[in-house]
Structure formats: C-alpha cells, structure tokens
C-alpha cells in the first residue's frame, strides 16, 4: 500500500477514540499490568503517545518544511515515566485526544502537494527520512500502540486461560 | 491477574465498540490489505469473531453448565471465508455488535457463583477445560484479534515508512 494522506489521516483522526473505547473506566490490574519489570503497561502507553505528540510528529514535520534547520531533536523514550506519573489513565487519555485534535488541525492548514512530501529531515540516528516516510511512521506508530496495549491486557490472562495458552498467540509474542 | 466476572464482562463488552471505532469508514486497503497468502485481513477477522460468537463461547458455557453432554464440537477456523463471502465489512461489524449483545445478555441471565466457575467441559483436543478458563479465553480471543488488525493495518505501510521500519516493532512480527 502506498502513502496517500487521506488514508493516512483516516487512521490518525481515529486512534484516540479507539484508546478511549479500549481503557476508560477499567480497573488498575488491566490498565497498570505490564510484561514484567522495565516494561510498559497501558497507562505508561499512553504517556509515551502524548510526549511523542507533542515532540515527534509535527514538530519534525516543521523542521523537515524548514528546510534551513532540518535535522531532528533526539526523542526520549522515557520521559513519560516522570513527566506524566500523577496523572490517571483518564487524564492521559484526555490530554492524548486534545494533543491529537491539535496537530490534526495544524497538519490540515499546511499545503502538501506531492512534491512536498518527498522533502527531507536528518534523523539522529536513521539518517535522511522523507516527509512522506514521516506520515506513515506517524500511522504506524499508533497502530503499534494500540498492537502492544491489546498484547499487554492479554498477558495479565495468561494463567487465567488455562490449557488455552498454546492456542492464543497474542500470549506467546515477546515484548 | 486472577480471573473475575466483571473484569471479563468489561473487556467483553467494549470489544465491538473498539473494532468498529478503529474499522468503520475506512478504505478497502486497510480493510482487505493482509499478511500474504492464505493470511486473514481486518474483513476475515471480523468474519472469524461472529462465527466464534455465535458457536464458541455460550454454546460452550451451556455445554459445560449441561453437565450431562459437556464435550465441546469442534470449532471451524475457516467458516467465515464462505459464510459471509458478500458482507461488507460494516455488515460484519454490525453483526458482530448484535451477537456480542446477545451473548452478554444470555451471560447475565445465567447465575455464576464461585463453585460452577470450577465446572468442567471437554475440549475436542485439549481435554478438560473450566468454565473460568473458557471466558478467560474468550477475553483474550478478543484481545488477540484487536492485536492481529492493528498488526496487518500496520503491515500495509511496510514500505511507506522507509527507513523506520526497523524502529517498529509491529512491521517485524510474524503472523
């Protein structure tokens, strides 16, 4: 399948929704589960989802436009376990859709025509990155989350299935 | 995380809500991109879910509560690919959406205190399973098929991330 931004909004638009219809109102053990130690549960998901928001997406996006400052700031991957630790799954998910909501309607008042999707940014780690290549990771990105949520909530089952557990694969798939 | 009816029943009853949010509108590409041959997109796994739904899990419970013929029939894993060969995929989830209410309306009629949590039934290769372990299983049937569509939807950009893809988890992962 090929990046179109039509398809590609169609999927970013909706994963706030799709969060809030998965998590709000379930108890701790399926929000604040985990894979075991140093791994995320539900709740730290979400923040990992706001603080890439609000630092990845559209700021690089912003950086690849500018052409003169194209290298992208270096991304913590963990700053969501001090940042947002007073906050309830309710709360993040909340700050998530209004983050979302926020670049959609910035995205929506930039032109992209064709040509300006194959412009470049410099990735710390990765390279020269299109701005195209941006958009889907920013699509893919949100689908991975949403893969490691419904993976995580899963697991806090795997005793509880019984003789199931060689059936399920979602049981058997590592971090 | 031990097994508890109402923690069941709230994962449960999202489920269709989470699949329609994430599915519904969405172009043909998401919905019938797949993994490669003979693998199953979001359209065959919403197919999968109605006929679980309607031959896996109440009719399993009523098997095992019967007491006097608790051996399971044997599931079909590829009913879907002929029975709604001409739904469309908001047909499907629709339909799914009806099942799974009746289902959770047949559950909450059925008295399940501690002890019958313990009944058995027979699984056609398993052996002896427990009602708990079978709404466990059902549970994370759900949770596993959340998993498997936000992992095809994922694949479909494969390409379009370009140098990402060794970033993302989910474009890595096998079927």
């Known amino acids: 399948m090929e990046f179109n931004l039509a398809d590609t909004v169609e999927i970013l638009r909706r994963t706030p929704s799709v969060l809030e219809t998965l998590l709000i109102g379930l108890s701790k053990e399926w929000l604040e589960g985990n894979e075991g130690d140093n791994t995320w549960s539900p709740h730290i998901v979400m923040g990992h989802l706001i603080f890439s928001e609000e630092n990845n997406w559209i ?27 007073d906050f309830s799954t309710e709360d993040l998910l909340r700050k998530f859709s209004d983050a979302r909501k926020e670049s959609l309607l910035t995205l929506s ?28 990771t920013w699509t893919v990105h949100d689908l991975d989350h949403i893969n490691q949520i419904s993976r995580v909530m899963a697991k806090q089952y795997h005793e509880a299935v ?12 590592p971090i």
Chains 1, 2 share one sequence.
């Open 162 to 173: 019984g003789p199931w557990k060689n059936y399920l694969g979602v049981l058997k798939r």
């Open 59 to 85: 700021p690089r996006l912003r950086k690849i436009l500018s052409v003169r400052d194209n290298k992208f700031t270096p991304f913590d991957r963990f700053a969501q376990l001090t940042l947002y630790k």
């Open 109 to 136: 008042t930039i032109p992209l025509p064709k040509e300006k999707l194959n412009m470049k940014g410099i990735h710390p780690d990765l390279g020269e990155v299109t701005l195209s290549q941006l958009l889907s």
